[in-house]
């Protein structure tokens, strides 16, 4: 700690931070614009000037920014001095010369930095009455709208874009006052993470487009803290409503997970809730009139629940409270997992070497602070994209520190002197998957092989840093890069292992927690990480059950069978051929679900089930922590709610019990733990339904939400009575406790003064760190050091390339793969066309060319699909993309055989 002054007042802060972090941190606000604490500093901007003196007798002092001034023991600076004052105040009139007069129209209008620092600094008077200098637009694909004409040159845009993220396609042309931040030419960003440009801008330049479409402005949304429906990461988000319609999802910091930044997937795939395909009532099949109303629906139920053997069919994208309820319906020995045999056995694996707990689960956080990483057979830009963001920063802060070693006068948060100096440096990754991956670029080692390859690759690393577990024979080529992987984990600090489901191969689970174990034995602080296929596989992996073939089984067997479906398309999880088997086969069939899809057309009985929207709900990710979403606003639908509820509202009809009663999310989670002890604190994951500060609720709407008498205008001028939500502890109005909930609880960043998302400052212990009081959910994998597991020895045989045969695996797509967010119109467009990918060589034996169509045959179903050449698959594989329209997710591997075609799928 340092002791320093500032306007004559004695403050201790923390070395390694420059003064503005200090102030900020401090609650001293200071103006600023080009500084971000993931991006660090450059002084581009010049608005955060300060007058720093050299001593206590020095009485005239200099301008300096403060964003590129070092925390030095006895440093004097004044934030109030009217020359720093009137500095900062001509600055912002520059920087405002050529900004237009649309607040009315911007996008972001009332939740603008730019508005913020402008009324900070004082500057409320327009003095340049001349031609404003204006740019033309450019079109950016479906997320991000662009306006030129409010740049202020803070250089943000580029800094994240290209230096954070890794985009090529977005930069800066021209100089001085006539810059321009945009491409070479119009076109749709690359980048999966452009979204986060709208949060990244101060102004109005780079907005989201699909916010823009409804013209809603950000203080008249109602919102709640959420969690991601689309990956196993589980970033926190904030999800934004108006008119019973989802209009936006914001970034929702938490330190240990995605802190600043979400992929785009994840920022507007929140679509479907607004989806035309929307179960909105419940329907009873084979009658005259299908949509039936809640007590019509329950007289069906208690037919179908009364007298039949009841087995429940669970999924991996609804909460841990509906899969639980569930179970206690139709009882343990009863519920299933909506799953392949293949992917439940992998899962098993996952949730059983986690549960040993010999290596610590790796959180994001400590991804980005690893100094060595090995990627075995996981595709993470695709699978986890902001795991593959996290990873990107781990491979240049570890360049950087191995810089600084040398120069340590130095600081990390110097951004400009940091690249000057690292250059094209980076960290150690080594990146081995199947095919070729945009990490590719900045891997140290990139190795591509058949899965079981990469699981031999696996275990000879294990071997090079264990020497008594079982060696692997490999070509010396391998055997070089395997001593330099070795090597390199060996000598890192916290290195980190990822792996996980995707290439549907177990064997490379239990290699990678080889490597994993075999490094703990070293002495460093390794941590492992699996990716899993959806927002809640491992939380329905470590319900312990049977998977869906164990279901087919058994119905085909037995006779008088009511299924119970929940939430899961079961024809997007196994083949059509066994899931018409299994319809084919039970006696009635109830499907609860948000979207009608092939599986709900199977249903007898039809009952509509909420999102995350517009219910409450608990999701596991792929590092065991629990963490809750809460409902953002109260469907006009009364037959719409939470599939868990209704489960239980069954429970009660097959029971006889008139008297349903009241049930909570923690209440169902209670249960969890009663039912299944691995669950042990999840009900605490976060506070309660009747959690209250000063005996008030928090309020969903900010307090300068408007509309709530003219949006019913045409029906009443009074106001309506809040809707009242019994199941957290918000409100559907703004009042309620107005100062910082416990951070599960945050539904917008505000304070007064800073009105856009740069409010998240004042939420933190210090800029860029941990939220005040943070609770990053409830981690359910106990960490066991001295814990000694048993090692895997059981090593897969070589992969060997058959004649006319090859091995059949999918690949996933960031956009199009994953169900729910294929609903979103932007996500629909940038999705890829089905394709077949072959290996060059292979192709050339086929005598097919790129373009060209080719039959390929999968669960009895033929597709006619072109050919792409991949030069980086290994022979004797295909990849054919999963879960695109009319695709199957295929996760499965299997051997086919390829037709060449004659003309044009």
């Given at each position: ?86 500095f900062r105040s001509q600055v912002i009139e520059w920087l405002m010369t050529n900004h237009p007069h649309d607040c009315p129209v911007c996008d972001e209008g009332g939740s603008c930095h730019l508005q913020d620092m402008t009324v900070m600094t004082g500057h409320d008077y327009r003095r340049y009455h001349f031609k404003k200098r204006t740019y033309t637009n450019q079109y950016l694909g479906p997320f991000i709208h662009h306006e030129m004409n409010r740049c202020i040159q803070c250089y943000r845009c580029v800094r994240y874009y290209h230096d954070y993220a890794g985009g090529k396609d977005l930069n800066v042309f021209a100089a001085h006052n006539h810059v321009y931040f945009g491409r070479e030419w119009d076109g749709v960003l690359q980048s999966p993470f452009s979204g ?710």
């Amino acid at each position: 700690m340092s002791t320093i002054y500032i306007d004559n007042k004695t403050y201790e802060v923390k070395q390694g931070k420059n003064l503005l972090e200090a102030c900020l941190g401090l609650g001293i606000d200071v103006p600023y614009f080009c500084w971000h604490p993931a991006l660090g500093s450059v002084g581009a901007c010049r608005q955060c000037a300060v007058k720093v003196f050299k001593d206590e007798n020095d009485t005239h002092g200099k301008l300096m920014m403060s964003c590129m001034e070092n925390i030095k023991e006895g440093l004097r600076v004044s934030v109030a001095d009217k020359t720093a004052q009137a500095f900062r105040s001509q600055v912002i009139e520059w920087l405002m010369t050529n900004h237009p007069h649309d607040c009315p129209v911007c996008d972001e209008g009332g939740s603008c930095h730019l508005q913020d620092m402008t009324v900070m600094t004082g500057h409320d008077y327009r003095r340049y009455h001349f031609k404003k200098r204006t740019y033309t637009n450019q079109y950016l694909g479906p997320f991000i709208h662009h306006e030129m004409n409010r740049c202020i040159q803070c250089y943000r845009c580029v800094r994240y874009y290209h230096d954070y993220a890794g985009g090529k396609d977005l930069n800066v042309f021209a100089a001085h006052n006539h810059v321009y931040f945009g491409r070479e030419w119009d076109g749709v960003l690359q980048s999966p993470f452009s979204g986060n440009l709208a949060e990244v801008c101060p102004t109005g330049v780079f907005t989201d487009k699909t916010l823009r479409e409804h013209y809603t402005r950000k203080w008249d949304l109602t919102t709640a803290p959420s969690v991601c429906q689309h990956c196993s990461v589980g970033c926190n988000t904030i999800a934004g409503e108006r008119y019973e319609k989802v209009r936006c999802i914001t970034n929702r910091f938490n330190s240990q997970i995605n802190g600043y930044f979400l992929c785009d997937r994840g920022r507007f795939g929140y679509e479907f809730v607004n989806s035309a395909n929307r179960i909105t009532q419940p329907l009873v099949r084979h009658q005259a009139v299908e949509a039936v109303d809640e007590a019509t629906l329950m007289g069906h139920m208690r037919k179908l629940l009364s007298g039949q053997t009841l087995i429940g069919i669970g999924s991996p994208r609804a909460s841990v409270e509906s899969n639980t309820a569930l179970m206690q319906l139709v009882g343990r020995e009863n519920f299933y997992q909506g799953i392949s045999d293949n992917v439940g056995f992998i899962e098993r694996r996952i949730v059983e070497v986690m549960q040993t707990g010999a290596v610590q689960p790796a959180s994001l956080q400590d991804i980005q602070q690893s100094d060595a990483i090995l990627v075995l057979g996981e595709d993470i830009w695709n699978t986890a994209p902001v795991m593959a963001l996290s990873v990107r920063q781990s491979v240049l802060k570890t360049a950087a520190h191995q810089a600084l070693e040398h120069n340590e006068g130095i600081p990390m948060w110097h951004d400009a002197a940091i690249h000057e100096l690292v250059q094209h440096e980076k960290g150690f990754l080594a990146n081995c998957t199947i095919s070729a991956s945009p990490l590719d670029e900045i891997s140290t080692c990139v190795l591509r092989h058949a899965p079981d390859d990469l699981a031999r690759l696996g275990f000879a690393i294990a071997h090079q840093l264990n020497g008594w577990l079982p060696r692997v024979l490999v070509d010396e080529d391998t055997l070089a890069y395997i001593i330099d992987i070795a090597v390199f984990l060996q000598q890192a600090k916290r290195p980190v292992i990822i792996s996980g489901t995707s290439c549907y191969n177990e064997a490379l689970i239990r290699a990678a927690f080889d490597i994993a174990v075999a490094c703990k034995a070293t002495g460093n602080e390794v941590r492992l990480a699996y990716v899993m296929p959806e927002c809640n596989s491992m939380g329905l992996a470590m319900m312990q059950a049977p998977s869906f073939e164990s279901a087919v089984l058994r119905t085909t067997r037995e006779k008088n069978i009511t299924a119970i479906v929940l939430e899961n398309d079961l024809y997007r999880n196994v083949p059509a051929l066994v899931a018409d088997l299994f319809f084919n086969s039970v006696e009635h069939c109830i499907v609860l679900d948000s979207l009608n899809n092939p599986t709900t057309q199977q249903a007898d009985i039809l009952i509509p089930a909420a999102t995350f929207a517009e219910g409450d709900g608990t999701l596991v990710n792929y590092e065991g922590r629990a963490q809750r979403f809460f409902q953002v606003f109260m469907p006009g639908h009364t037959t719409l709610r939470e599939s868990w509820k209704w489960l239980l509202k069954m429970k009660a009809v097959r029971a006889g019990d008139t008297n349903n009663g009241v049930y909570h999310p923690e209440d169902v989670l209670a249960q969890a733990e009663q039912l299944l002890p691995q669950f042990a604190g999840i009900s605490d994951s976060a506070p309660h339904h009747d959690f209250r500060i000063n005996g008030q609720a928090l309020p969903r709407e900010p307090h300068r939400y408007s509309g709530r008498t003219a949006m019913l205008s045409n029906l009443a001028v009074s106001e309506p009575k809040p809707k009242q939500d019994d199941d957290s502890p918000f409100s559907f109005t703004m009042e309620g406790y107005p100062g910082m909930p416990p951070s599960p609880l945050i539904p917008f960043f505000w304070s007064p003064g800073w009105n856009s998302i740069q409010a998240v400052n004042k939420y933190q212990q210090e800029p860029g760190g941990a939220l005040k009081n943070e609770q990053a959910g409830k981690l359910l994998f106990a960490y066991i050091p001295d814990a000694k597991p048993g090692y895997f020895k059981d090593i897969p045989e070589a992969f060997v390339v058959r004649n006319n045969k090859w091995l059949l695996f999918p690949q996933y797509h960031l956009f199009g793969s994953e169900e729910l967010s294929a609903y979103a119109e932007g996500v629909r467009e940038l999705s890829p066309e089905p394709y077949v990918a072959l290996s060059a060589n292979d192709a050339a034996q086929l005598g097919l060319g790129h373009g060209q169509t080719v039959t390929v045959k999968v669960f009895e179903q033929a597709y006619d699909l072109q050919v792409q050449i991949d030069s980086s698959l290994p022979n004797g594989l295909v990849l054919i993309p999963a879960g695109l329209q009319n695709m199957p997710v295929m996760n499965w591997n299997g051997y086919v055989s390829l037709i060449k075609g004659s003309g044009k799928p």
